[in-house]
């Protein structure tokens, strides 16, 4: 149904690749900052539940 309006848009094949380029940059930045973490900061947060 909708192949058929995607036919008649020029440059309907742009947003295929700009949506896998931001779903990979995005995931990308967040295996970075999961990575760079503090580990002083990491064990606080982990040790939140434990303190009350």
């Known amino acids: 149904m909708f192949k058929h309006y995607f036919e008649q848009m020029d440059g309907v094949s742009i947003y295929p ?3 896998l380029l931001v ?3 995005f995931f ?3 295996g970075w900052h999961v ?3 503090d580990k002083k900061k990491q064990q ?3 040790n939140l ?3 009350e």
Do not use: N
């Open 49 to 51: 539940p434990l303190d």
């Open 23 to 25: 779903f990979f940059f």
């Open 35 to 37: 990575f760079r973490f």
């Open 17 to 19: 690749i700009f949506s």
């Open 28 to 30: 990308l930045g967040l």
């Open 44 to 46: 606080h947060i982990e």
